[in-house]
């Protein structure tokens, strides 16, 4: 049971992070593309296990930096990662051969307290930035809950908030569009 809630409380955060209007994971610029252009941009990118991997090591950089600075609680994995076949913004691409995902993250049963949460906000994107989540998305501060969003070049969404209903602070990632290994070494798209 804890674990569902957990990754509920994850796939929330994420949800909320998703609702700014300037969420890259709605981009329609792609539907003029050709299979090829698409596919062609994919290649470009890490294949899905990279891109996850390099993810939950930032995650975990980001997660022990805010116990180090705030004194969070030790940190709970979500559960398991969720993946979701195909991808809107590369809507040629076949289903079978990109996808994005959403990591587990994970929780702490610690809240940081307002007056300081601008210092972790910093901390975060200190941490994120060499990762490439440069870009900001929704940003909420309301009484003693907090969310702090950031978008990397891939769509990617990298979600933290503090002061949540049960007092915890969450991570979590949800990918943009990468090939599957097999796709990006198989180098053309899936015949039709």
Known sequence: MRKRLLSSA??????????GSDYPGTDSSREDMTIEQQWAELMQRPNIDEAVA???????????ALSTEFGLPPWEAGGQNSGNPGCGQFGKVDAW???????????????????????????????????????????VDRGDFH??????????????????????????????????????????????
Request: net charge negative; aromatic share 6%; hydrophobic share 40%.
């Open 54 to 64: 390099r993810y939950e090591k930032m995650e975990g950089e980001i997660t022990s």
């Open 10 to 19: 994850v796939a929330c955060a994420l949800a909320l992070g998703a609702c």
């Open 147 to 192: 969310i702090v969003n950031l978008h990397d070049g891939y769509a990617a969404n990298l979600v933290v908030t503090t002061g949540t209903e049960k007092a915890n602070t969450v991570i979590g990632v949800f990918t943009g569009c990468h090939l599957l290994p097999e796709a990006k070494q198989r180098g053309v798209p899936r015949p039709s």
């Open 97 to 139: 051969d990109a996808m994005s995902e959403i990591l587990a993250g994970g929780l702490s049963p610690g809240v940081i307290p307002t007056d300081q949460w601008p210092r972790a906000v910093d901390t975060i994107k200190q941490v994120a930035s060499p990762y490439g989540f440069t870009t900001p998305g929704l940003a």
